[in-house]
């Protein structure tokens, strides 16, 4: 019974399942974001070495500085893969599902090459988690949904994550979702940056809010409309995409479009097609010739979510096709 009578009418929410609900054998923890689920990880499973990848956000880094958590960092091959041989035997490699595209037969791969493996899946939200062996998955449904904030960390168990973490209150951060509705995205832009700060504060619980906005998501039609556009952006740019991986994956974050073009980015922007150069600071850090440096000098991570149909896919990808040089 409810401790509290009459009053107004709360928001109303579908007490529905959240999507790794459906994965009966696995253990779930709920944080306030992805980084915090990865350095929760580290701290359960206590590496006597952790690899992790320079092609990465540096917020992840900096989580792990701020926790004391010490690492050495790898560069990656053509595959997108470690450029790691054999690692020691309690040593753990944090490896990034870049963009969402791998196939679940790829990440098996590397499960069975390293054996201990976080899979930051921060990119890969519908990727089925490795539930073998040592590995530990994380995800992000924030790049997926719009909330407030949000991480998970999934797992076969025998190790334990403690519950020790604060719990983290999230309604006075939330309006930029309300103000987006009535006012669009642009509109709401900044107050979304401002309620970022935020998850820089360490680890937490997932909100209450955040899990009651999760339980009320229709994952299955997101992941279909998502799906729809990324094969549609597959098709338009076969024999354009320098990129040249395997893109097996389901639902993924974006299209990643690597054309060596200096002026493309800018001339999209300027058609309203707003790409982001993502880790810049990485050309201070690699080698000019290395596939890090190369993915951050030319690649076009291209949105596919739920907001657009397969019409819009393919008005985009003219767009772009008309302003290559």
């Known amino acids: 019974m409810t401790s509290e009578f009459g009053g107004y009418l709360p928001l109303e929410l579908n007490d529905g399942n959240e999507l790794f609900d459906r994965y009966k054998q696995a253990k779930v923890a709920r944080f306030n974001s992805g ?30 500085e701020n926790a004391g958590i010490s690492f050495q960092f790898y560069c990656l091959d053509e595959h997108l893969e470690p450029a790691l041989e054999a690692i020691e035997e309690n040593a753990w490699v944090l490896y990034v599902h870049y963009f969402g595209v791998f196939s679940d037969g790829k990440i098996e791969k590397i499960a069975k090459k390293y054996k201990n493996v976080i899979f930051d899946n921060t990119q890969a939200f519908y990727a089925a988690p490795i539930l073998d062996g040592n590995c530990m998955n994380v995800y992000s449904p924030r790049k997926f949904v719009g909330l407030v904030d949000g991480g998970y960390l999934v797992w076969s168990g025998g190790r334990e ?39 820089a504060d360490g680890i937490k619980r997932m909100s209450i809010l955040t899990r009651k906005m999760l339980k009320s998501v229709n994952y299955d039609d997101l992941a279909k409309r998502r799906d729809n556009n ?16 395997p893109m097996e994956g389901f639902a993924p974050f974006v299209y990643p479009l690597v054309i060596k073009d200096a002026a493309l980015r800018s001339k999209v922007v300027g058609r309203k097609i707003y790409v982001p150069q993502w880790w810049k ?45």
Request: charged residues 25%; contains cysteine.
């Open 35 to 64: 980084r915090a689920s990865i350095v929760a990880a580290v701290k359960t499973v206590q590496p006597s070495k952790l690899y992790i990848p320079y092609y990465n956000c540096s917020v992840v880094r900096e989580a792990l």
């Open 161 to 199: 994550v403690s519950e020790d973490y604060p719990q983290d209150v999230s309604w006075d951060r939330a309006s930029f979702l309300f103000k987006s509705i009535e006012l669009g995205t642009n509109a709401a832009y900044h107050d979304n940056l401002d309620s970022k700060v935020c998850l």
């Open 230 to 245: 990324y094969r549609v952006l597959i098709e338009k740019f076969r024999d354009m995409n320098q990129l040249k991986i």
């Open 281 to 325: 600071y990485l050309f201070d850090e690699v080698p000019e010739n290395s596939m890090e440096a190369w993915l951050s000098s030319w690649l076009l991570p291209l949105p596919v979510d739920h907001r657009y149909t397969e019409q819009e896919m393919e008005e985009m990808a003219d767009i772009i096709k008309s302003q290559c040089s």
